[in-house]
């Protein structure tokens, strides 16, 4: 089975009213050779600047993370079900492309860890310090699959603090839209680490890594 491992940042908490900024994505065990290889699509700021269409700007982000997803048995983030997965189906309905599919799984890491552990929260950043990954560095390749472009950073398992300026402002700016992109990537890391470190309380996960 085909699992994708998923984190997406948005530039509003409605998708009616907001965009895909970025989407970053794996496949498990998204890991070769001590290498976490993460996919992002993310919007071009001076294509808006260009076009002064804000909400056109994630059209080929949604087009490029519908092909990645078309064939995926196993989709998994960290409070999906709630936020991700609509917001996701919004975009692509107002693009008029069709949604995720119906038969697809989804495993929520904030679910998971809400039923099963008892953290004082069930962020991503509580499960992040819990399970230690803060210190650790990571190798990352970061695939872009829209340009096709390949850069390799590392990483904390720390998340970033979020930075209302670079949010507002990454449709329209490229600094902006890379802190964005940065944090995407630590997400979709740790969003990783996490599910491999529950995966035993979900019924039917994928082997461990």
């Not at 009213?17 to 989407?23: E, K, R």
């Not at 991700?84 to 679910?111: C, E, S």
């Not at 962020?123 to 695939?143: G, M």
């Amino acid at each position: 089975m085909k699992t994708v491992i998923f984190d997406v940042e948005c530039s509003n908490l409605s998708g009616d009213f907001g965009i895909l900024l970025d989407v970053g994505y794996t496949v498990y065990p998204g890991v070769n050779k001590g290498v976490v290889e993460v996919h992002q699509a993310s919007i071009n700021p001076a294509a808006v600047r260009s076009s002064g269409r804000i909400d056109m700007a994630d059209k080929a982000v949604v087009e490029a993370f519908s092909n990645a997803i078309a064939d995926a048995d196993i989709l998994v983030g960290h409070y999906i079900k709630r936020h991700d997965v609509p917001f996701v189906n919004t975009r692509m309905m107002y693009h008029g492309l069709p949604t995720i599919r119906p038969q697809t799984k989804f495993i929520d890491t904030w679910a998971y860890i809400k039923k099963n552990l008892k953290l004082h929260s069930n962020r991503l950043d509580s499960a992040t310090h819990f399970f230690n990954f803060t210190e650790e560095n990571f190798k990352v390749n970061v695939i872009n699959d829209i340009t096709g472009e390949t850069k390799k950073i590392n990483v904390k398992g720390a998340k970033t603090g979020y930075t209302a300026d670079a949010w507002v402002n990454a449709a329209i700016d490229e600094e902006a839209l890379a802190a964005v992109d940065y944090h995407n990537v630590i997400d979709v890391v740790v969003t990783l680490l996490t599910y491999d470190k529950i995966r035993h309380f979900v019924k039917g996960a994928t082997s461990s890594l």
